[in-house]
């Protein structure tokens, strides 16, 4: 998640992120023009492109950006290809556009906005992590590899508790040395 509130933040500036912006908005303009003008004078023309377009999805579509910005704006070009697809479909057939609403809702929409992105991110829970994974190889190195890390974290929480107090006792001693120094120099030795 922490790419996604860099991409909010400062948005890439190389060439890649604006020509890939704006190949998705003149596809998708491109595919709602041709779309509206399918229904308008063919009407199987606009149902089959819109059927294509639902049955592939979201992720179909667009793929899975990495940017949060690249997947926002392709979801907005989405949703809107698929709002005038449906809203065109209900005028000219009702029947077909309460059939391709189901399929914008079940195909298109059915992972609008996780994607593969969100697949490759870690488990967020520990129990998600401990989970068996159903490959005993794997199992074992993982609770292996989690009992080194256990005893490191000990280990390094006793080292850092080892110079607290070894540090506490510097400052104790160089206060102790202080508060003699100001004794002296106050009795005038």
Do not use: C
């Amino acid at each position: 998640m922490a790419h996604y509130a860099s991409a909010l933040v400062a948005p890439p500036e190389d060439d890649a992120f604006a020509l890939t912006a704006l190949k998705i908005v003149l596809f998708s303009g491109f595919g709602i023009v041709a779309t509206i003008l399918g229904f308008v004078f063919f009407m199987p023309a606009g149902f089959v492109l819109a059927g294509m377009v639902a049955w592939l999805g979201f992720e179909g579509v667009y793929g899975p950006y990495r940017s949060f910005a690249l997947r926002a704006l392709s979801m907005v070009f989405f949703a809107a290809f698929a709002v005038i697809a449906t809203i065109m479909g209900f005028v000219h057939a009702p029947p077909l556009g309460f059939a391709l609403a189901a399929l914008f809702l079940w195909r298109g929409f059915g992972r609008f906005g996780a994607g593969a992105a969100a697949e490759q991110v870690a488990p967020r829970t520990p129990e998600a992590a401990l989970r068996p994974t159903g490959n005993e190889a794997f199992d074992a190195y993982r609770t292996d590899m989690l009992q080194r890390l256990e005893d490191e974290r000990a280990q390094f929480e006793g080292f850092l508790a080892r110079l607290r107090a070894a540090k506490d006792s510097r400052e104790f001693d160089q206060f102790m040395e202080d508060r003699a120094r100001r004794a002296r120099e106050a009795r005038g030795d």
